[in-house]
């Protein structure tokens, strides 16, 4: 049977904020760790009280339901024009099912953010989130800090997308799936690439939150 998935955009409503603490008590201590990266307790109930105004921002934040329960969060935070980190957060029970790749594929599918750097940060070895990343088309660049692993896209059109997206999905070799990024970076006449490789650009945001950890999918 079809689960259906409904995604939309949050506001700063006290109902969308009840949205977000009930999907991060449905995630585990482990997923909570991986979103935040962090070394000590992540118990729901503090990590929404320390975290609840990060996951509840974005330009857009998405919120993916089922049947009316909230399931996953995608935010996609500007840090300069034309520059993004995307955070992805799906409750333990529905990991592996798309959740993920749902909410991206809103995203682009808004045709909002074409040309635009958009960057995510997963702790090594977490090969769930950097699969689910690879898929969407997103390419390794140089990381800064021990243990993490850096990944940028330049988003092209829908169209383009769509195809980038298929190609790296159907193909295992890591190398090939960034060279299908490269493509389709190279289809929208804006794109400037990825200007801060190798710069040692701090990838913290302006609240200090990790930029777009992403846990297990």
């Given at each position: 049977?079809?689960?259906?998935?409904?995604?939309?955009?949050?506001?700063?409503?006290?109902?969308?904020?009840?949205?977000?603490?009930?999907?991060?008590a449905a995630?585990?201590?482990?997923?909570?760790?991986?979103?935040?990266?962090?070394?000590?307790?992540?118990?729901?109930?503090?990590?929404?009280?320390?975290?609840?105004?990060?996951?509840?921002?974005?330009?857009?934040?998405?919120?993916?339901?089922?049947?009316?329960?909230?399931?996953?969060?995608?935010?996609?935070?500007?840090?300069?024009?034309?520059?993004?980190?995307?955070?992805?957060?799906?409750?333990?029970p529905w990991?592996?099912?798309?959740?993920?790749?749902?909410?991206?594929?809103?995203?682009?599918?808004?045709?909002?953010?074409?040309?635009?750097?958009?960057?995510?940060?997963?702790?090594?070895?977490?090969?769930?989130?950097?699969?689910?990343?690879?898929?969407?088309?997103?390419?390794?660049?140089?990381?800064?800090?021990?243990?993490?692993?850096?990944?940028?896209?330049?988003?092209?059109?829908?169209?383009?997308?769509?195809?980038?997206?298929?190609?790296?999905?159907?193909?295992?070799?890591?190398?090939?799936?960034?060279?299908?990024?490269?493509?389709?970076?190279?289809?929208?006449?804006?794109c400037r690439?990825?200007?801060?490789?190798?710069?040692?650009?701090?990838?913290?945001?302006?609240?200090?939150?990790?930029?777009?950890?992403?846990?297990?999918?």
């Amino acid at each position: 049977m079809t689960v259906v998935i409904e995604v939309r955009e949050l506001g700063d409503h006290p109902a969308d904020r009840e949205c977000v603490a009930a999907l991060v008590a449905a995630c585990s201590p482990d997923s909570l760790r991986r979103r935040f990266m962090m070394g000590g307790p992540a118990e729901p109930g503090e990590v929404f009280r320390r975290y609840g105004r990060f996951l509840l921002a974005g330009a857009p934040a998405l919120l993916a339901t089922r049947g009316g329960v909230p399931v996953g969060l995608l935010n996609f935070v500007a840090v300069t024009p034309g520059e993004a980190e995307i955070g992805i957060l799906v409750a333990d029970p529905w990991q592996r099912q798309g959740i993920g790749s749902a909410l991206a594929r809103w995203l682009w599918a808004s045709g909002r953010f074409p040309g635009w750097t958009v960057r995510g940060t997963v702790w090594a070895g977490n090969a769930g989130a950097e699969a689910l990343l690879l898929r969407q088309g997103f390419r390794p660049v140089p990381a800064y800090e021990r243990g993490e692993r850096d990944f940028a896209l330049v988003v092209p059109d829908w169209a383009t997308m769509t195809d980038v997206m298929k190609e790296a999905a159907d193909d295992e070799d890591t190398a090939r799936a960034d060279g299908a990024q490269r493509r389709a970076a190279g289809a929208d006449p804006r794109c400037r690439g990825d200007r801060h490789a190798g710069r040692g650009r701090a990838r913290r945001s302006a609240a200090g939150v990790p930029a777009a950890l992403l846990p297990g999918r």
